[in-house]
């Protein structure tokens, strides 16, 4: 009797044994099946996270530099430093022979510019404009043509004040930087060149521009255009020009339909002289 319960006993305890090991495997299953990820039947769609991809970096900017003249990769510098240069004779190194400088004023304009810029084109005539700095906000995309299309951007002053050399020397300053930051944020082109208001030039004025090391830069042509005085007497003074001359008229400043048809007539006549043109 006693041989009977001790096997009994023994039964027990082995069916014991298998039951708490087949727990422990069923529970190491449910853990696996937490972590392993089940197979889809077949036929399910596949669901794929998507791809998390880094931020872009952002393009740099190119830094603003000078735009050097076309006969010259050094910058150019005066002959006569502290005075407004009148003739291309008057710079460091001086243009070649039988050259002129055709600079044009008070713009851009979102009319006028891109006629001028259309027949400059035409001819195969690169320019210097002297802009105004308060409109280069409204027209930047034509600011960005006229250094596209590889004219010289000069400072023309921030609001194009009148007699300008009797101005305060806290808004000298004012307009003549604040053009000069505008344009080269602009365009990716730092201003060498500075043309004052009606060529009202003062010691304080050139002072001024030289601490932008810009050169002061006036003309030998002046038709008067901004007058419009006709496009026939603006034409006839223009074509009067010699070797070594700056020329000077208007894109903006009000309306320049008289310029434009002189220049278009102008051009094709200076070329005949045997004349052709560089931008400063």
């Known amino acids: 009797m006693g041989e009977i319960d001790s096997s009994l006993a023994s039964r027990r305890k082995a069916l014991w044994l298998i039951g708490a090991a087949g727990l422990v495997a069923l529970g190491a299953d449910s853990a696996g ?4 990820p089940r197979t889809a039947p077949p036929g399910t769609p596949l669901r794929l996270r998507p791809a998390v991809l880094p931020a872009p970096k952002p393009t740099p900017k190119p830094t603003p530099k000078p735009r050097p003249a076309p006969w010259s990769p050094a910058p150019l510098t005066a ?14 190194p001086p243009a070649p022979p039988n ?9 851009p304009h979102p009319e006028y510019t891109p006629r001028v810029l259309d027949l400059l084109a035409e001819h195969q005539v690169h320019a ?39 101005v305060s020397k806290k ?4 307009e003549i930087a604040e053009p000069h930051d505008l344009i080269a944020q602009t365009t990716q082109i ?22 932008h090391d810009m050169l002061p830069i006036d003309w030998a042509v002046d038709p008067r255009d901004w007058a419009r005085p006709g496009a ?28 434009v048809s002189a220049l278009r007539a102008a051009i094709p006549r200076l070329k005949k002289k045997g004349l052709s043109f560089v931008a400063l």
């Open 99 to 107: 050259t002129i400088a055709l600079t044009i004023d008070d713009g």
């Open 232 to 259: 026939a007497r603006i034409r006839k003074a223009l074509t009067k020009s010699k070797a070594g001359d700056i020329l000077l008229v208007h894109d903006g400043g009000g309306d320049r339909a008289q310029t």
């Open 33 to 36: 099946a937490a972590t392993t």
């Open 171 to 174: 808004r000298l300053k004012t």
């Open 128 to 166: 210097t404009f002297f802009i105004i700095g308060e409109q280069i906000k409204d027209n930047a995309k034509l600011v960005e043509r006229i250094a596209a299309d590889g004219h010289q951007i000069c400072n023309h002053t921030m609001t194009h004040p009148i007699a300008f050399d009797d």
């Open 79 to 92: 002959l006569k430093p502290g005075e407004p240069i009148r003739h291309l004779a008057e710079l460091v």
């Open 190 to 211: 730092v201003p060498t060149l500075f043309r004052a208001p009606g060529g009202a030039w003062s010691p304080a004025v050139l002072d001024a521009v030289a601490e």
